[in-house]
């Protein structure tokens, strides 16, 4: 922490945590406590009961999390692949050059959400390329969304490449795609993985354009959470969204597992 003295350490964390647990916290205690509630006492969720889970961890909901988990891998691998490709194909670019490629990748988060699930909707509902009523649009629109990030993220990380690795890969023979391969990939692993963690996360919770894409048969997490609570089930609903942040924050360790093991290779 920058603050040195004791006094200013004391009013920072005060203010930290006058902000953090209002604006960030509360909220998700309220919803963890709700999953374990059966009705309302004024205010506060009461009503203790495991009931809500057994329902979460079954049936349409699992099938739903299994829906969530398998776009998400799906959308974050496509997303990492080509994110780092651009990237890389970017750092060749001269300066004007870079800048359209990042606004190309940035314009889907530029805009709102369900005005790319209406894009991707209108653009592959006819022949050539019929998509629509398909899993593949939901993993296809998921995957236009999370790409600007793992772009922003592999450039970010590029930029800060020693080229003297390269250079004396090279000076030694080796081909530039083997310099690719063997060097220049393995440097960026770090943050390749911290990339993928970021589009799965954002993945996990995209629920605008999916809205307006997803199949009967495929019907991710956030949108059961969604339809739960619109039919009265809160207390239903706050399990089954428990079930998503922990789902998710497990991969996400697992990532960060794998992220801090490649940052000491």
């Known amino acids: 922490m ?25 909220p998700l205690l309220v919803v963890v406590a709700a999953s374990f509630s059966s009705h309302w006492s004024g205010a506060f969720p009461s009503g203790p009961t495991t009931g809500n889970y057994a329902a979460a961890v079954r049936g349409e909901s699992l099938q739903a999390l299994t829906t969530s988990l398998v776009t998400a891998v799906a959308a974050s691998l496509l997303a990492l692949a080509v994110g780092t490709w651009a990237a890389l194909a970017a750092a060749t670019l001269q300066k ?12 889907p988060v530029a805009v709102p959400s369900v005005v790319v699930g209406l894009a991707v909707l209108v653009a592959f509902s006819r022949p050539p390329v019929l998509l629509n ?15 600007a990030f793992a772009h922003q993220s592999v450039s970010a990380a590029i930029v800060r490449l020693d080229p003297a690795y390269e250079q004396a890969a090279a000076s030694l023979g080796a081909r530039p795609a083997y310099v ?35 199949p009967p048969d495929w019907m991710p997490l956030p949108v059961r959470i969604f339809t739960a609570t619109d039919r009265g089930s809160l207390f239903g609903g706050s399990a089954v969204a428990v079930v998503l942040m922990a789902a998710t924050l497990l991969v996400l360790l697992a990532v960060s597992r794998v992220r801090t093991r490649a940052s000491y290779r």
Request: hydrophobic content about 60%; glycine content about 6%; proline content about 3%.
């Open 2 to 26: 920058l603050v040195h003295s004791k006094i200013g350490r004391w009013a920072a964390w005060s203010l930290f945590g006058l902000l953090f647990l209002p604006l960030f916290a509360l």
């Open 96 to 107: 004007r050059g870079k800048r359209v490629m990042d606004a190309l990748f940035m314009l």
């Open 133 to 147: 009523g398909t899993a593949s649009i939901v993993v296809l629109a998921h995957t236009i969304l999370v790409t």
């Open 180 to 214: 690719l391969w063997r060097v220049k990939l393995p440097l960026l692993l770090p943050s390749l993985t911290a990339a993928a963690g970021l589009c799965f996360a954002l993945s996990m919770g995209e629920l605008s354009a999916t809205m307006m894409l997803y």
